[in-house]
Every structure is written in structure tokens, then in C-alpha cells.
């Protein structure tokens, strides 16, 4: 049975991921902004054979909830299989380029709190010196574009975070994956 993390739980591919994973019976700790949205899909993963599915309502900008959120998911789970990350906004470019306070909030919110809510992530996961950290990136994250350039920059920002975690987390059997849909 796998133990497996979700954050962005109420995303359309976390979703399609899990269901896959119920099957086979894994274990859920589900993490998302929308408490409601995120019970319901618990309910559905248990219905498809999940041995359980345990939820925790978190914005990941609220870095000083991500302790409590880590801790929470330790007592549910002595080890950790995979953890997909799924979260983020795509945020509205014009906006953007006319309010710097916006722009900031964006960045923070599809960089720098999944940034450091991966770190101390990753450091349970090399501690433990097994499991797959999956992460759901862009790929406007691979060149400016300019309809989207700062959600772009975020995505461009997270995977180079995630190649330098490849590379140190693989010297102990853990194992970074970057998708870009």
C-alpha cells in the first residue's frame, strides 16, 4: 500500500492521479485550499478503493501554516511512497504588468510558497531515503511568452529549484520528477 501526498488535491490531474492510485489502494493525505471541494474528493477516492483519504486545508501562502500541515501528515503517515504537488493560479497578465502588488502576490503564490513548503518536504523524503516527489509545473516556464511572462518566470523559477533537489536527492534513492503540462 503506497502513502501518498497531495497538494493541490482539488486540481483536475491530482484528481485523475489519485483515482488511479485508490484502485490499487493506497493511502491519501490530501492538502488544498477548499475544504469542501477537498472532502468530496476523499469521499470519491474512498469509493474507488483508497484505504483511506485523510484532508488538510491549507493556502500554501500562508507559510507559517506549513509546520502544522507537515506535522499533521507525520502523525497520519510514518513514511511517505509520493507526494504530487498540483498547486497554483495562472494569474491574469495585464493585471500583472499594471499592479506590482499583484504581481508579487502571483510570484509568491506559484514560486516562493511552494518553494518552501518542497523544502522541508524534501528533507523528510531524504531523511527517509526513499519515495518520488512529483511536481506539476508549465511549460510557459521554459521561455518568456508574452501572455503569461510572469507566470512564466514563476514555472521557470520552480524548475530550476527542482533540478538542483534532483540532483541532491538522488545521491540518497529519492527520486524529483517535473511535469510540465
Known sequence: MKNIVIVGATSAIAIACAREWATKGARFFLVARNQERMEQVAADLNARGAASATVHRLDIDRLD????????????????????????????????????????????TNAL??????????????A????????????????????????GSTKAALQAFLEGLRARLFKVGV???????
Request: glycine share 4%; charged share 15%.
Open 65 to 108: 501554516d506549513h509546520a502544522a500541515m507537515l506535522a499533521d501528515c507525520a502523525a497520519q503517515m510514518d513514511s511517505i511512497d509520493i507526494v504530487l504537488v498540483a498547486s497554483g493560479t495562472l494569474p491574469d497578465q495585464a493585471v500583472c504588468q499594471n499592479d506590482p502588488a499583484v504581481a508579487v502576490r502571483e510570484f509568491h
Open 113 to 126: 510558497s511552494l518553494i518552501a513548503l518542497l523544502t522541508p518536504i524534501a528533507n523528510r523524503l531524504e
Open 128 to 151: 527517509q531515503r526513499h519515495g518520488t516527489l512529483a511536481v506539476i509545473s508549465s511549460v510557459a516556464g521554459d521561455r518568456g511568452r508574452p501572455s503569461n511572462y510572469l507566470y
Open 175 to 181: 527520486h524529483v520528477k517535473l511535469f510540465s503540462s
